[in-house]
C-alpha cells in the first residue's frame, strides 16, 4: 500500500516537473518567436505604475516645452520672411519687377542666383537688385526667360558705397561670405560700428541711397587702406524674393 502511493508521488512529481519544463520551454519559445515583444509588453505593464517619476515628468514638460518654443520661434522668423516678400511684391510698379529665386548652386552660394524673370520681362544686364532690407546685387546675364545675379558677396564684386553720417565714400568688395569688405579712400574714415552704409547719393551705376548694411567692424590701421566690416541688412543667404529696378531708378 505504501509502496503504491510512494509510486503515485512519484509519477505526480514527474508529471508536474514535466509541465514546468514544457511551460519553461514554451515561454522561451514564445519569446523567441515575438522577439521579446511580449516580455517586453510584461517589463512594461510592471513598469507603468512607477513610471514616469517625478523627475522624468519634469523632463518631458521641460522638453515638450523647448520643442514648443522652438516651433514659435521658426514660425515667427517665417512669417516675417513671408510678409516681407509679400510687401515686396507690393511695391511692383512699372519701374520694378518682381521675380522668384529659383537657383542658387552650393558651389556659387556667395556668387550668384538665378531668377524667374528674363529678357522677355524686360530685365536688362547691369540693372540693379534688390531684396527685403536693401541691396543685393546686379543683373550679370540674361536668358529669355531667367536672369542671372551676381550678389555683393561675389569675391571681388565692387560697388560704390557711402557712410552719410561722416560723408565718407568707399568701395564695397565681396569676400565670399555674407559680410563684404567696405574699403575706405579717405586715411581717416571716422567711421565707427553701427554706422549705415548706402549707395552714394552721387551714383550714376546705382539708384542713390539704397540700404546695404551695418558697419559691423573697423580697423582704422589697416595698411594700403583702412577697412570694415558690413553686415548686409538683405541677407543674401536667405533671400528668396527680389526686385529689379528698370533703368536703376
Keep these: 500500500m505504501i509502496k503504491a502511493r510512494r509510486n503515485i508521488g512519484f509519477h505526480l512529481l514527474l508529471k508536474s516537473r514535466f509541465w514546468v519544463i514544457f511551460l519553461f520551454i514554451a515561454l522561451l519559445f514564445a519569446i523567441r518567436w515575438t522577439k521579446g515583444a511580449g516580455y517586453l509588453d510584461f517589463y512594461s505593464i510592471l513598469l507603468k505604475p512607477i513610471l514616469p517619476g517625478t523627475a522624468q515628468r519634469e523632463w518631458i514638460k521641460e522638453g515638450e516645452n523647448i520643442e514648443r518654443s522652438m516651433r514659435l520661434k521658426l514660425l515667427e522668423e517665417d512669417n516675417i520672411r513671408l510678409r516681407k516678400a509679400l510687401s515686396l511684391k507690393q511695391l511692383n510698379s512699372d519701374q520694378r519687377i518682381s521675380a522668384a529665386v529659383i537657383s542658387r548652386s552650393s558651389r556659387n552660394w556667395w556668387q550668384l542666383l538665378e531668377i524667374n524673370k528674363g529678357a522677355k520681362d524686360g530685365v536688362l544686364k547691369g540693372q540693379t537688385v534688390i531684396g527685403p532690407g536693401g541691396l543685393i546685387g546686379l543683373v550679370d546675364s540674361t536668358t529669355p526667360l531667367t ?103
Excluded at 569675391?155 to 565714400?169: C, E, F, L, N, S
Aim: net charge positive; aromatic share 6%.
Design 147 to 249: 536672369s542671372r545675379v551676381r550678389l555683393l558677396t561675389d569675391p571681388g564684386h565692387q560697388v560704390g558705397a557711402w557712410i552719410d553720417r561722416t560723408k565718407q565714400h568707399g568701395i564695397l568688395t565681396g569676400m565670399g561670405t555674407n559680410r563684404p569688405k567696405l574699403i575706405f579712400f579717405n586715411k581717416k574714415p571716422l567711421v565707427k560700428i553701427g554706422d549705415v552704409v548706402t549707395t552714394s547719393p552721387a551714383s550714376t551705376l546705382l539708384p542713390p541711397n539704397l540700404t546695404i548694411g551695418i558697419i559691423q567692424f573697423v580697423d582704422a590701421q589697416a595698411l594700403p587702406s583702412p577697412y570694415a566690416i558690413v553686415q548686409l541688412t538683405a541677407s543674401p543667404e536667405a533671400i528668396d524674393w527680389v526686385q529689379i529696378l528698370k533703368n536703376n531708378g
